[in-house]
Structures are given as structure tokens and as C-alpha cells.
């Protein structure tokens, strides 16, 4: 039998949780469905990442990264308060290790400045006070407000209370296609008078059977992490790398996690296909061909320097060499303390084919039936409040 609801929403991650909580504030009495095709929420991205509610100074004003970051920050922090969901509000440091570096932590807090971000740069003096255990060069860029939560925990929260508001959950059901206002999934059929795409992976793929970002394909970037486990005071706060800034990573950096303990990650290790995880588990081989397609044309033309980003992120998977770059912020840690790689993640970054650039900002596309989130890359997670209330204002209530 066939069910009909007002909105159907394609992944239960934090884009597609957060835009089901928007609607149902808006729209009480709205029917909602949300289904996806694993067996619970935050099974990819948004269970699988940092945790780090960003504070945001890395973006350019134009973005809407800028626009949402520190809101969002705000707002995730007081849903977790208000559902006791632990916080750890310990701040965050980014270091530099030249001259060059230093300039680019100047223009960081320039755009953090121009976002409304709450950052400023201090003294070696002043962030050693912070983090005794801190290397800079001359100085550092100081972020209060960057913190950490427990992603999967956050997701869970809110399940439950959509679940109280009587919206829908279908787990197990992936997405297959589409006839109008019907999709099609491995769990039957599904009519609404609006789609809306929170696909993360394969949201391009989902979109792209709507007809819409057809100029996009999937990039994949594996995200590894590495555990410290001698113990969990030589790092007291997040520490992070200058990053560079044309491409959307952040570098290997120390987070410092909600429950105190210290991961050096996440690298952005060139995938083979959208769920490469972990050996050839979820192999698909047409997404791998294709991907090997991109990556080798990425590899000729060097756009967005992709050789020396593929080399530099490749020797990664050296434990001796991904420790070192995180012995470079500090001044003592044990390369012996990092033993356990815990579950590594995946950036459904986009690639624009026409010109074989990264995109750098979240995408939206739609027509008066489906919305299409595409390119939620980091700091999605963090903006998810008030980018599901833009997507709702803008899209759903037409
Ligand atoms: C390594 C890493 C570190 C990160 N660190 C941070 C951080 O510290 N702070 C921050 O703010 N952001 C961070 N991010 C980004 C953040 O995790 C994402 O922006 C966010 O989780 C995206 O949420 P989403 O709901 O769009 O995607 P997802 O969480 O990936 O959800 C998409 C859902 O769609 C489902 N789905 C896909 N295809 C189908 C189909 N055909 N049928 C049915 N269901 C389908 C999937 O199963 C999945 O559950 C990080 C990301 C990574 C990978």
C-alpha cells in the first residue's frame, strides 16, 4: 500500500533530522516521513565525524558557512544543555609554525571578525597560559567558543523527539527512483507533496534522478583518526593547524573530545568510492570507476594542486608521519600514546566538473516539489539549525 505524507525527507542524518525539527516548528500539524537506508540515524557523516562545533572564523562573509556557523554553534549548544547532552566548551587554539602562517592567522581573524565570530589573536605567552602544552610561532588565534559534543548523541536526541511529535521513521529503505511525487525504495512505495534530499553520499546521485546538479560528482575524502590513549591531560583543548585555505580542510588537528579524551585527525585521504571505509567493504564498482575517472583528470591538470594534495594526504596512512604532524603543535607528546584508529568518516564533497574544482559552500537546488542539500561538508554539522530553518523559510513553505 502506498503512504502519502505532506514532506519525505531522504536521510536521517543532522541535515535531514534538523530540517524534519524546523518543519515541525513551523508546521505542527504537517505529516513528515523520514527515511533512510540504514538501520538508524547518524550512520555516515553526521555519526562519524569530529564532533567539533566550529565557531566560524575559516569562512569567506559570502558563504553560507559564514552565515550559519555562529548561530548554529549557539543553538547546538543550547539544545544540548536544554536535553543535558554533554558539552565540552573548552575552546580551541589554532597555531602557526612561520611567518607565513602568521599572516594567515590574521586573516582568519579577519573573517571571523567579519562573521561575528568571537576569536582574537594572542600572544605565545597567552595561549601557553591557556594550553601549557602548546608550540606557536609569535602567536596564536584564540576561539572560546569552538566546542565538542558527541555527534551521534545529538542525532539520537532528536529521533526521539521527532518520534514525539509523530514523525515518521522508516529505516532500511533506500531510495531507488522517482515518478513525480512518488519514490521508490527497497521498503515500497512513498507519495509526498514535497522531497526533500538529505542524501549526504549520494545526495548528487539522488539529485541528479530529479534532474538537478547534473554539473556535480561525488569526491570522496576519507577522514582517519587516531586515539591517544596514555591518558587524557597532555591536551586540554582543540589545537588546530593553519589550515590552507583554498581547499575545504581543516588539517590533522587535536580534538579534544566530549569525554576528554585526545584524537590527532581527520586526514583527507583521496576514497575509491562513496563508503570506502574500510577495505572493500561497500565496494561498488561503477562509483569506484568513475571516481578513479575524476581523480585521474584531477591528477593531470593538477586543478586545486590535487597531485600534491593526493601525495601529502596518501602518506597519512603512515602512522609515524600523520603522529609527526601533530608533535609539530606541541611541545611534548608520546608518538607511542596514539594507538587506536577509531571509525573513520567520509566528506561528501563535491566536485564541479565543468571547471574540476572542490565546491566550497553548501548547495541547494529545487523545484516547487524536491529540495536538494548537496555538498553538507563540514561545518554542516554545526549550522544545522539555522540552515534547516533557511531551507524551510525559503523552500517548504511555498
Ligand atoms: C571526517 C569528518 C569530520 C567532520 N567534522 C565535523 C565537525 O567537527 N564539525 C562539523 O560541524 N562538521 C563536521 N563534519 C561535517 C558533518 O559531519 C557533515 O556536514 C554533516 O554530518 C552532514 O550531514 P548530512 O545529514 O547531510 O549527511 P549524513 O550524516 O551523511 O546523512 C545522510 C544520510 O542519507 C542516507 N542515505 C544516503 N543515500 C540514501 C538512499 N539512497 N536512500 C536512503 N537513505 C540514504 C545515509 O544513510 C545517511 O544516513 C565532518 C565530516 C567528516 C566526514
Not at 585521474?296 to 586543478?303: A, G, H, K, P, V
Request: proline share 4%; charged share 20%; with cysteine.
Amino acid at each position: 500500500m502506498q503512504k502519502s505524507y505532506d514532506y519525505l525527507i531522504i536521510g536521517a542524518g543532522i541535515i535531514g533530522l534538523s530540517i524534519a525539527r524546523a518543519l515541525k516548528i513551523k508546521s505542527p500539524n504537517a505529516h513528515i516521513l523520514i527515511l533512510d537506508k540504514e538501520d538508524d540515524c547518524a550512520g555516515h557523516a553526521s555519526g562519524r565525524n569530529s564532533g567539533v562545533l566550529h565557531a566560524g572564523f575559516y569562512y569567506t562573509a559570502d558563504s553560507f558557512k559564514a552565515r550559519f556557523t555562529v548561530e548554529g554553534n549557539c543553538r547546538m549548544k543550547d539544545y544540548c544543555r536544554a536535553k543535558n547532552i554533554a558539552i565540552n566548551e573548552c575552546g580551541k587554539l589554532v597555531v602557526a609554525q612561520n611567518d607565513a602562517e602568521l599572516q594567515q592567522l590574521y586573516e582568519l581573524e579577519r573573517r571571523g571578525q567579519r562573521n561575528g565570530s568571537n576569536v582574537r589573536i594572542i600572544s605565545q605567552e597567552q595561549a601557553s597560559e591557556l594550553e601549557p602544552n602548546v608550540k606557536t610561532f609569535q602567536k596564536a588565534l584564540y576561539s572560546p567558543d569552538t566546542a565538542s559534543v558527541d555527534p551521534k548523541a545529538v542525532c539520537a536526541s532528536l529521533k526521539e523527539d521527532l518520534k514525539n511529535l509523530s514523525v515518521d521513521f522508516s529505516f532500511n529503505t533506500r531510495y531507488i527512483r522517482h515518478q513525480k511525487n512518488t519514490i521508490t525504495t527497497t521498503q515500497g512505495d512513498f507519495t509526498a507533496k514535497k522531497i526533500i534530499n538529505c542524501g549526504g553520499l549520494y545526495a548528487d546521485k539522488i539529485a541528479q534522478d530529479f534532474g538537478f546538479g547534473q554539473q556535480y560528482t561525488m569526491m570522496p575524502f576519507k577522514g582517519l583518526y587516531l586515539k591517544y590513549t596514555k591518558n587524557t591531560t597532555d591536551i586540554k583543548m582543540n589545537i588546530y593547524p593553519v589550515p590552507n585555505l583554498k581547499n575545504p580542510f581543516l588539517g590533522v588537528h587535536y580534538t579534544k573530545t566530549v569525554t576528554g579524551d585526545i584524537k590527532i585527525g581527520p586526514t583527507a585521504i583521496p576514497a575509491f568510492w562513496r563508503e570506502n571505509y574500510q577495505g572493500l567493504s561497500k565496494f561498488d564498482f561503477s562509483e569506484c570507476a568513475t571516481t578513479l575517472i575524476y581523480q585521474s583528470r584531477l591528477f593531470l591538470t593538477n586543478s586545486f594542486k590535487f597531485r600534491e594534495l593526493a601525495f601529502e594526504e596518501m602518506r597519512k596512512y603512515n602512522k609515524t608521519y600523520f603522529v609527526s604532524l601533530a608533535i609539530a603543535m606541541v611541545q611534548h607528546i608520546d608518538p607511542k600514546g596514539f594507538t587506536i584508529w577509531t571509525k573513520p568518516g567520509i566528506r561528501a564533497q563535491l566536485l564541479d566538473k565543468t571547471n574540476l574544482s572542490l565546491v566550497q559552500d553548501f548547495v541547494i537546488e529545487a523545484d516547487k516539489n524536491s529540495v536538494h542539500i548537496l555538498n553538507a561538508v563540514s561545518p554542516a554539522f554545526t549550522c544545522a539549525f539555522p540552515f534547516a530553518d533557511f531551507i524551510v523559510e525559503n523552500y517548504l513553505m511555498t
